[in-house]
């Protein structure tokens, strides 16, 4: 079983909320960490992540100068910063389903809704330890693959070309799938 | 980037430990995973027995700033409708008000007043889904977060929790009907979901 060593990370924290940021570091402190920066905008935090070179972001959504979308694609632009892979875990009291799209869509790496837990917070950035996802590029995307599923009974057009045996995937009639499976 | 296939779509390469395959409208990257630095074996010295339960006790240990942290949160929430009183709803107060909101909706429970993260909660969706904020009436702002700071301060008597739900359902209801007003008879949509699972798969690389 993977463990985490927090001894050997160092987080960025955003958050213009100070409380929320002192619970932040608590609990990463709680696991072990001992290298924690902290920013409270988004300005700030674009500054402390060229600065100090994070192992791992961890962002709020709502915040002053840019928001944490923003500063997410700000750091997502290949070649502008030294590392546009690094995983960032937003965490927000955003808990709609198209917040979460938008996010995901911006390359966001991790969604956590608010109210926090450690174990919740422990459980995403294992998950960005131990598991994590490939990058895709594409003319107006770059982030964390998105598909976080392989769905072998998907029936549809395969969006991405080139990646699939068909491109297209034939749809079978509602129907005719009933009575197949009569 | 190595020769890819005869029809031209697929290209696989290394770079620097970054293995990308190129396909015909997008391109598959896989860095090589800096953060293997910090994978541990459970026996390693310096990683406590359980991280989870380590921070939990962490967190508890500052619990005693919570009621404080509380305090300052209503403050500001109240400090935010008493601009909207004076001047209105403009993209300056409506936006403090909500994120005052906001902060309480996702921090109260953590905090200890669960019960006024709900209150908090309808008053960001009452300004979210209002089309027109200027139209929010300022009465229903004030029920809001007077209703916050009850909870807050009555937070461990008796019969608080009730008085505490009756008064949150209570302004959901009048909230929804406000906001069925203002949408055209029907209330906007609900899309609330929870975070998408991340869970580890087994047999983690």
Known sequence: ?182 | MSPGRRDGTRKTGKSGGTKVTQFRDHAVIEPQNPLQKAWARQSIEGIGSDPVADAERALAALSGEFAGWMDSECERLDAARKAVRAKGFDAETRQALYHAGHDIKGQAATFGFPRAATAAASLCRLIERTPDARRIPVDLVDQHVDAVRAIVREHGTARADIVAEALSTRLREVTDEFLRAENGGLLPDEDEVLSPPTVPRPGAR
């Open chain 1, 1 to 182: 079983m993977v463990r985490i060593d927090f001894n050997r990370l160092r987080f960025l924290l955003i958050d213009d909320n100070a409380h929320m940021r002192r619970i932040l570091r608590t609990l990463l402190h709680g696991f072990g960490s001992r290298e924690v920066y902290e920013a409270e905008d988004g300005a700030a935090g674009l500054e402390a992540f060229t600065h100090n070179i994070p192992d791992i972001v961890i962002t709020d959504w709502a915040m002053p100068i840019f928001d944490g979308l923003e500063l997410t694609q700000m750091i997502r632009q290949p070649g502008a910063n030294a590392n546009p892979f690094v995983p960032i875990i937003m965490l927000t009291g955003h808990s709609e389903k198209k917040r979460v799209m938008a996010a995901r869509d911006c390359g966001v790496t991790e969604f956590l809704v608010k109210p926090i837990s450690a174990n919740a917070l422990y459980q995403r950035i294992l998950t960005v330890v131990v598991n994590p996802r490939p990058f895709i590029k594409t003319k107006t995307f770059f982030g964390p693959d998105r598909r976080r599923l392989v769905n072998p009974n998907y029936v549809g057009v395969e969006r991405r070309k080139g990646s699939a045996k068909a491109e297209i995937i034939p749809q079978q009639a509602l129907l005719e799938r009933v009575k197949t499976t009569e």
